[in-house]
């Protein structure tokens, strides 16, 4: 079964940083876009960044660039989430999740998520 | 900033059938997706570019895209289905959207 699992959330202090990761499993990594979706609280789901295969295509949402950085690893199938001055509103469960379609193009998503890391942003 | 908008809860009885709305300027022009998110889970892919289903979904599941509507509906529901439910899309410069999403009750 494909298999994603994040790791690396945790209590940090406004401003600080953080590194998530995610191990993927059971497919092959490196012909897939991957990409980082975050919730909040009680809250709905936003798109954070995506990946190409390759690793020399990113994307960001306006709320988090210049402050994060997305990177994979194809040797060691696992993607990650840099997270920089962080903020308050940083606050969320960061899911890691496998995307389907060539993200160049505007027709891509999400077919298969992790169980997410949770971050906490707060003094 | 492009917003998907979706109500906030729909609710029916078991076997009835639920239909969520999902609407957007930009929808004539660009497919639909929707996540079913269980409570303390994961979301799952139930509906991709507008009315295919992923293998493993049930069929009483599909979609449809009509002008800046898209809509989910699940025909005759069953109780499992009880979920919130979030529609997916891109505006015309990319940027990647999320509705906030539908609680939907089957009691």
């Known amino acids: 079964e494909v298999q994603l699992l994040e790791s690396g959330g945790g209590l940090v202090q406004p401003g600080g940083s953080l590194r998530l990761s995610c191990a993927a499993s059971?497919?092959?990594?490196?012909?897939?876009?991957m990409s980082w979706v975050r919730q909040a609280p009680g809250k709905g789901l936003e798109w954070v960044s995506v990946?190409?295969?390759?690793?020399?295509?990113?994307y960001y949402a306006d709320s988090v660039k210049g402050r994060f950085t997305i990177s994979r690893d194809n040797y060691k199938n696992t993607l990650y989430l840099q997270m920089n001055s962080l903020r308050g509103e940083d606050t969320a469960l960061y899911y890691c999740?496998?995307?389907?379609?060539?993200?160049?193009?505007?027709?891509?998503?999400?077919?298969?998520w992790g169980r997410g890391t949770l971050v906490t942003v707060s003094s | 900033s492009y917003e998907l908008t979706q109500p906030p809860s729909v609710s029916v009885s078991p076997g009835q059938t639920a239909r969520i709305t999902c609407s957007g300027d930009?929808?004539?022009?660009?497919?639909a997706y929707w996540y079913q998110q269980k409570s303390g889970q994961a979301p799952v892919l139930v509906i991709y570019e507008d009315n295919k289903r992923p293998s493993g979904i049930p069929e009483r599941f599909s979609g449809s895209r009509s002008g800046t509507m898209a809509t989910l509906t699940i025909s005759g529901a069953q109780v499992e289905d009880e979920a919130d439910y979030y529609c997916y899309s891109t505006d015309s410069s990319g940027n990647r959207v999320f509705g906030g999403g539908t609680k939907l009750t089957v009691l």
């Open positions: 930009a929808l004539p022009k660009k497919y």
């Open positions: 999740a496998k995307v389907q379609g060539n993200i160049a193009s505007s027709n891509w998503y999400f077919d298969l």
């Open positions: 990946i190409s295969g390759s690793g020399g295509i990113t």
């Open positions: 059971r497919f092959t990594f490196s012909t897939y876009g």
